[in-house]
């Protein structure tokens, strides 16, 4: 008997110096869209994007330009010599069409990728963090993929996080 309870207060000598595991969660959602890191590359590729879209309507027009001049010099032309304008007019267009698709695919996986790596920056920082400071989880959470039901104000690292990243941002 004198065993047993030697035993059970052992184990609730040790259970009771057991530290506390530190948890907490960010808002993922808050801190990728408020990064400055990000939002400066949705800037950047903004502009861009008006770039794109401007010389895409410049050449837009300039084609048909060049197309209702072929339709006024094939009136004169015979139908053969036509058919041979509207073919050459008709691949010119594809080819530019196709250019055009290329150039905004470039541009979009620029952009995919910048937004990865701002979205990667934020992923070390949080696991830098988390190691510095003795957390065992830190959990993430959004809107639309609530991963933390309940959490209490102290446990939301998200403001540290979000303040903490833009304070180490450089604009280059």
């Known amino acids: 008997m004198k065993l047993v309870f030697s035993l059970l207060f052992a184990f609730l000598l040790i259970s009771s110096c057991q530290e506390q595991q530190k948890i907490a969660y960010v808002d993922n959602g808050k801190v990728i869209n408020e990064y400055q890191e990000k939002l400066d590359i949705e800037e950047k590729y903004k502009v861009r994007d008006e770039v794109f879209s401007k010389r895409a309507d410049?050449?837009?027009?300039?084609?048909?330009?060049?197309?209702?001049?072929?339709?006024?010099?094939?009136?004169r032309m015979s139908q053969q010599?036509?058919?041979?304008?509207?073919?050459?007019?008709?691949?010119?267009?594809?080819?530019?069409?196709?250019?055009?698709?290329?150039?905004?695919?470039?541009?979009?996986?620029?952009?995919?990728?910048?937004?990865?790596?701002?979205?990667?920056?934020?992923?070390?920082?949080v696991k830098a963090y988390g190691e510095r400071n003795g957390y065992k989880l830190i959990l993430g959470t959004t809107d639309a993929a609530s991963t933390v039901m309940f959490g209490t104000a102290e446990d939301?690292?998200?403001q540290i996080v979000l303040d903490s990243l833009n304070a180490g941002y450089k604009k280059d």
């Open 58 to 75: 410049s050449i837009g027009q300039a084609f048909q330009l060049e197309a209702q001049d072929m339709q006024i010099k094939a009136r």
């Open 81 to 125: 010599k036509a058919q041979e304008v509207y073919d050459e007019l008709g691949q010119k267009q594809q080819l530019l069409q196709q250019q055009l698709q290329f150039e905004q695919q470039q541009l979009q996986q620029a952009f995919n990728s910048e937004i990865d790596s701002a979205i990667i920056k934020v992923k070390d920082f």
């Open 156 to 158: 939301d690292l998200t």
